[in-house]
């Protein structure tokens, strides 16, 4: 009977585990996101009612489209990408961007070309940093 227990416990941990990543993912991001709004106020908007809810909502967004369509959209860019040797790679986040913008109409909203360009480069920078230094290193001492 004990043994019963201790493997369903082992079973069901690492479905703990995976959301447990998402969600530290996702308040990552969040906050990443956020950040980029208060620095580019003219280029990136986010509505903050309810404590920063349009804020997960856009990364919610954003991380699914990044799962489903950014990779057939690399994929039909990888020529483009590779004559430019990766700078068109940026423009594809830019669509994705705008994509959550599409989607969340006055709650998120990107103005510009240019400047969302940059932004787009600043907040892949800031999500790798995030993830490997703060996140990864975070949920190392966590699963200890």
Known sequence: MAKKIIEENHKKSPKINKFLDWFIHILGYTLVLITVSILFKKTVYIDNQFFGFWGILAVIIIFVLNRT?????FWLTLPLTALTL?????????????ITDWILLDHFEIHG?????????????????MDNIIIDTFLKGFKK
């Open 113 to 129: 070309f240019f400047m969302v360009f940059l932004v787009s480069i600043i907040i892949s920078i800031m999500n790798a940093i």
């Open 86 to 98: 990766g700078l068109f790679y940026p423009i594809v986040n830019v669509f994705v961007l705008k």
């Open 69 to 73: 369509v950014k990779p057939l959209l």
